[in-house]
Every structure is written in C-alpha cells, then in structure tokens.
C-alpha cells in the first residue's frame, strides 16, 4: 500500500532497547539523545494507534508534499511523506490546522514546525475518534508543483469485511490503544489512512446529496444491498464497511456540488485526502470529484386498499406548522393521496403548533391541521377529519416551542372514530369490557402519560375507530430520538447507545398496554404505528412485541426493502407497524418517496399496512 523507506526512528528505538539492556556501550539516555536528533517524519507523528505518540510535543521541520487546502470550516491543509516506512498500519499524511485561509498550494514540498495534537470532532464526549493533526503552525514552502505521490486504492478488494475490533474492557471500551490492523478492521483500515491522499472508482450512490454539500457511496456494491439502490442497514454486527463519506474541497459558491439520489452513480476517479468528521466519520474530502451519473429512481406508489380493506398508515411530517411554505402542503398532500393512495387512517408524526418554534405557549394545532387536510382534499383526496391531544406546553421535546404531537387523519366515508370521553395531556385513557369486547375509557387518550418513561418526549396517542362493524384501536407512537448516541465509527467498540433505555421503557409501557386490551378481547384488532426510532432488530422492538403481543409488520418485507431512512448511507427501519396476532393476513408497504433522495419532503418514508378485519 505505502512505499518502503528507512524508518530512522524505528532504528533509533532499537539502539535504545539494545542500551537499556546492557547490550551496547553507552547509556539509554545517550540513545534518546540520538532519537531527538533524528528528523521527525509523518509516520512518526501518526504512529501505529489512534492516538500520535508525539501528542503535546512541538515539532519541527516535518516534511511532506501539500495534497489539499481548505478553505472553509476547519480551515488547513494537508501534508504527505511521499516516502512511506512500508508499514500499512502508519498512515503518511496528516491534517496542518491554520484556522485561517491558508497560503499553500497543492504540490508545494513545504516544512512544518508546530503542535502535535488529536482534535475531537463533537468534543470529548461525542465518542467520536479523534484527528491527529499539527496546529499552530510555521510553514516554509520548500517548492512549488510537485508530483504527488500515488493516491492509495479504497475499493472492494482494499476494505476488510470485518468493521471493527472490540474495544479494550481495560479501557472502558476504546479501541483507542489498540494497534491497527488495517488487513483485518475496516475502521482501522481508514484509520491507518488519515491524512493521506486516496482515491475511489466508480462507485453506486447510498446517501442522497444533503444541505451541506455532502453524499455517500458504498465501494462494495455487493454488500446488504437494498433493492432501489441503497444498502441495508440490517443488524448491529452489519455495518457496511463500503460506505464512504464524499464531500469537496472547493467551496460550493465556487464550485457546486453535484445532485445525487440514491441508485446515482458517481462515476470516474474521486480523489483526495481523508478525513474524519463529527458528521459520519471517515469523509474523502474530493480535490477531483467524479461525475454523478443519475439513475432510474422515482418515488414509489402504493396499491389502493379494495374496498373491504382497511388501510391505515403512518407518517413523520418533519415538524409541520403553519410558517412553513405552501409548497410543502402541497407536496405532502400530493404525496398522501398519489403516493399512499388516500389511506383511510393516517397517523401522523411532528405536527407543530400553530405558530410552530415560536415559544410562547401555543399548543393547539388546529390552523396547522386545517391547513394541510385542505391541501390534502385540493389534492383530490378525502375530506380527512381528525383527531389528537394537544401537550402541555414544552414538555413533549422536539424543537423547542413547537409542542410536536401524533395526530390522527381519518377518512369519515371509510371509517368512523369511536369518540369517548376524550381525554387530555396528563389524562391517561384506560381499558374496559362492553358486551365482551374491548373499549378505551378515553378515545382519543394518552396512554401512560405520567410514566417517567414519556418525560420529555412525545405520549403515545391511542383512538378506537370503527370499519365495516369491526372495532379497531390504533396507537400513534413518536418514540424518543437517538440523540446522545455514539457514531458507528466511536472510538468505543461497540458504540455507546445510551437513547435506548429510554425507548426500551416506552416499549413497555406500549406493550402492557396492548396486553390489557388483549386480555380483555383475545382477538381485538390492535395497530402499533409511528416513527418507533429503532431498528427491526432492536431491543425496542423486542419489548413492543414481547410475548407475542404485536408482531413488527416490516419484517414480512424481503431484507432488501426494509427500510424506511436513510443515515450516512445506511438504509434502516426507524418508523413501523405493528400487528395484533388476530391481524393474521396483511399486505405491507414501506413506500419509498423521500429518503433516497436529495428533493424531500421529509426525511422518512411513510408505511401502509392494508388488512380485512
């Protein structure tokens, strides 16, 4: 990978090893002496861990070609020994922090004198590894318009297939200390080339073009691979080792970044340093970028539901309220009835207040309701009436002052809402027997809503609603966020995901709820929908199912459309459906409209569940 050279510092460690033991006249302190003197390369400054060996200490006169500049953001540049030591696991280039524009230029053979450092993208306590770099530099350019040296190959062949080695337990976890062993880890492979100049080919889009200028793409086009083009996020232990941050050196305004759904190609060599950032981690920052070469995507369409079929979906709406432009009515609206086929109960997630972030103690949601049912019927959908709780002011999280809250959208000439003393904030509905079936005390109510387990986060929203004779309760979920969560490229191996205790509550408290209306009507038709934000196989979703109460409809789907968000690349199942066990024969559709592509109307795909009760 690296081309051989002389490791000065590597000899000068051996004659002092060979001092210390008595081996060699003289003393290990002459031999430091001898260290001192030798000059400090790259490799010596990156070492063989994480973590630089030279941490804390001034350099002086580090040699390397100039390979980028940035000039934006974490404004530096970046240096390469075009003389490697011939050991894999010490990469040859590293980061120069100026915090100004900085002089160089690509090619300059220049020296560097300066601090030896490991910045934390996101701070310490983000769990994310951390950038060696030089700060607080002086810099001499020796010369101007060299040659750089051979970018190093990141491709299928390059990347190992295991991601990452198990953290030290003596360390709480890090792999920090671990040696590299880039042969075998896919995160010590990318370690192992921090700061140098790399390249990929060819290579199939798995992260839609975001706001900050910034895509993904998978160098294995094999792995997980979602059948629309992407790649499954399919198990803690499948982290798809192929994925790759690609951003650009030349600022936007100069040079815009291209527009890439997922399934694009982005095609030719992208070349350029590797870096690692708060946002995604290891992030080949382009000095030439490929052309993206645009593919067949388009948003799906669900089948309408036959007219003994009830449909009922569910929808994250990305903060909703009144400010925000018709435009985004419209296109949700178009979506509800073109897209989801006018489902006949729509649960929807993120709807704001009336005046939205404005933090003055709204919490009603009418005008934001009225707003988009009416470009849902201009649309050509149904007149949708429907039905929510308002929260207590800022107590259900989300953005601050928007009092986000599930609501539910039903379609009167389809199904009828069973309205039963409804509830309020703090009110929880409960479960009682009528004539042998099941009834909520309050329709809509708020399920547990005291329970710890729902402070600061959204109360599951519960309504019982009638089709065709046949009682069905449906139980519109927001989930707490992963917020707080470590990165999958955390320095902790596995990462730290502390959001989880709480979900796993709120799972709980779902569940027994289910269970009531369970024991008290074996065969009640039972829907669990919403943005759940977690994972088919999490945790979370074990407790929601616990004791074969509910059954997580999105796993009847094959394993490449499974999937309903798309996060660095990573096509994963954040928002679900939930069946009841007399929910025997279904038909499920994770309609794919928004998070493969870079136009969204919002970041999640809705779900449709269509079944007969």
């Keep these: 990978?690296?081309?051989?050279?002389?490791?000065?510092?590597?000899?000068?460690?051996?004659?002092?090893?060979?001092?210390?033991?008595?081996?060699?006249?003289?003393?290990?302190?002459?031999?430091?002496?001898?260290?001192?003197?030798?000059?400090?390369?790259?490799?010596?400054?990156?070492?063989?861990?994480?973590?630089?060996?030279?941490?804390?200490?001034?350099?002086?006169?580090?040699?390397?070609?100039?390979?980028?500049?940035?000039?934006?953001?974490?404004?530096?540049?970046?240096?390469?020994?075009?003389?490697?030591?011939?050991?894999?696991?010490?990469?040859?280039?590293?980061?120069?922090?100026?915090?100004?524009?900085?002089?160089?230029?690509?090619?300059?053979?220049?020296?560097?004198?300066?601090?030896?450092?490991?910045?934390?993208?996101?701070?310490?306590?983000?769990?994310?590894?951390?950038?060696?770099?030089?700060?607080?530099?002086?810099?001499?350019?020796?010369?101007?318009?060299?040659?750089?040296?051979?970018?190093?190959?990141?491709?299928?062949?390059?990347?190992?297939?295991?991601?990452?080695?198990?953290?030290?337990?003596?360390?709480?976890?890090?792999?920090?200390?671990?040696?590299?062993?880039?042969?075998?880890?896919?995160?010590?492979?990318?370690?192992?080339?921090?700061?140098?100049?790399?390249?990929?080919?060819?290579?199939?889009?798995?992260?839609?073009?975001?706001?900050?200028?910034?895509?993904?793409?998978?160098?294995?086009?094999?792995?997980?691979?979602?059948?629309?083009?992407?790649?499954?996020?399919?198990?803690?232990?499948?982290?798809?080792?192929?994925?790759?941050?690609?951003?650009?050196?030349?600022?936007?305004?100069?040079?815009?970044?291209?527009?890439?759904?997922?399934?694009?190609?982005?095609?030719?060599?992208?070349?350029?340093?590797?870096?690692?950032?708060?946002?995604?981690?290891?992030?080949?920052?382009?000095?030439?970028?490929?052309?993206?070469?645009?593919?067949?995507?388009?948003?799906?369409?669900?089948?309408?539901?036959?007219?003994?079929?009830?449909?009922?979906?569910?929808?994250?709406?990305?903060?909703?309220?009144?400010?925000?432009?018709?435009e985004k009515f419209d296109a949700l609206a178009k979506a509800v009835v073109e897209n989801l086929a006018s489902p006949d109960i729509l649960a929807l997630e993120e709807i704001q207040d009336d005046n939205g972030a404005k933090n003055d103690g709204t919490v009603s949601a009418g005008q934001t309701l009225a707003k988009f049912t009416a470009a849902i019927a201009a649309a050509g959908g149904p007149a949708y009436q429907w039905r929510t709780i308002d929260p207590q002011d800022k107590k259900d999280g989300g953005e601050p002052g928007g009092n986000i809250r599930q609501v539910f959208l039903f379609n009167p000439e389809r199904v009828s809402f069973v309205e039963r003393a409804p509830g309020d904030a703090v009110t929880a509905t409960g479960v009682v027997q009528e004539n042998g079936k099941a009834a909520l005390t309050h329709s809509p109510g708020r399920i547990d809503p005291a329970n710890p387990a729902w402070a600061d986060s959204r109360k599951p929203l519960a309504g019982q609603f009638s089709f065709r004779g046949k009682s069905v309760f449906v139980i519109a979920n927001h989930f707490g966020s992963k917020g707080g969560d470590e990165g999958l490229t955390s320095h902790h191996q596995p990462p730290v995901r502390s959001s989880e205790a709480k979900r796993l509550l709120q799972a709980q408290s779902v569940n027994g709820f289910v269970k009531e209306i369970l024991a008290v009507e074996k065969n009640a038709n039972v829907l669990v929908v919403g943005d759940i934000n977690d994972f088919e196989f999490s945790a979370t979703t074990d407790a929601l199912a616990d004791g074969g109460a509910l059954y997580p409809a999105i796993k009847s789907l094959p394993k490449s459309e499974r999937y309903s968000y798309v996060y660095q690349g990573n096509a994963q199942v954040l928002d679900q459906i939930l069946t009841s066990p007399s929910i025997k024969k279904f038909t499920y559709d994770s309609v794919h409209i928004n998070a493969e592509f870079a136009a969204q109307n919002s970041d999640h795909d809705p779900q449709v569940l269509r079944f007969r009760p």
């Design 1 to 326: 990978m690296r081309s051989s050279h002389p490791r000065t510092a590597a000899v000068a460690a051996l004659v002092a090893s060979a001092l210390a033991t008595g081996l060699l006249a003289g003393s290990a302190d002459a031999a430091e002496g001898v260290a001192a003197a030798d000059p400090i390369r790259i490799h010596d400054i990156q070492g063989s861990t994480r973590i630089s060996p030279l941490s804390g200490q001034q350099v002086a006169d580090v040699e390397g070609l100039v390979t980028g500049v940035r000039t934006y953001g974490s404004r530096g540049f970046w240096i390469q020994d075009p003389d490697g030591d011939g050991d894999d696991a010490t990469s040859e280039g590293v980061f120069v922090f100026t915090g100004s524009v900085p002089t160089v230029a690509v090619g300059d053979a220049v020296k560097v004198s300066g601090t030896v450092g490991e910045y934390v993208p996101g701070g310490l306590n983000s769990g994310n590894q951390s950038v060696t770099q030089i700060s607080k530099p002086t810099v001499t350019v020796v010369s101007s318009g060299n040659t750089l040296p051979q970018a190093a190959a990141i491709n299928e062949y390059t990347v190992p297939g295991e991601y990452a080695p198990a953290g030290d337990p003596a360390a709480g976890g890090s792999i920090n200390g671990l040696a590299l062993d880039p042969s075998r880890y896919a995160l010590d492979f990318y370690e192992s080339l921090e700061g140098m100049d790399v390249r990929i080919g060819t290579s199939r889009v798995v992260g839609a073009t975001d706001p900050y200028s910034e895509l993904w793409v998978t160098v294995k086009g094999w792995e997980n691979a979602a059948r629309r083009g992407g790649t499954v996020y399919g198990s803690y232990e499948s982290q798809n080792t192929g994925r790759l941050q690609i951003q650009q050196l030349a600022p936007a305004a100069q040079q815009p970044f291209p527009v890439a759904n997922v399934g694009d190609r982005l095609t030719g060599t992208t070349e350029g340093p590797l870096d690692f950032n708060q946002f995604g981690g290891y992030t080949l920052v382009a000095r030439t970028l490929g052309t993206v070469q645009a593919g067949t995507l388009a948003p799906e369409k669900t089948k309408a539901q036959a007219a003994n079929e009830l449909a009922v979906a569910t929808y994250n709406v990305e903060n909703l309220d009144p400010s925000d432009p018709q």
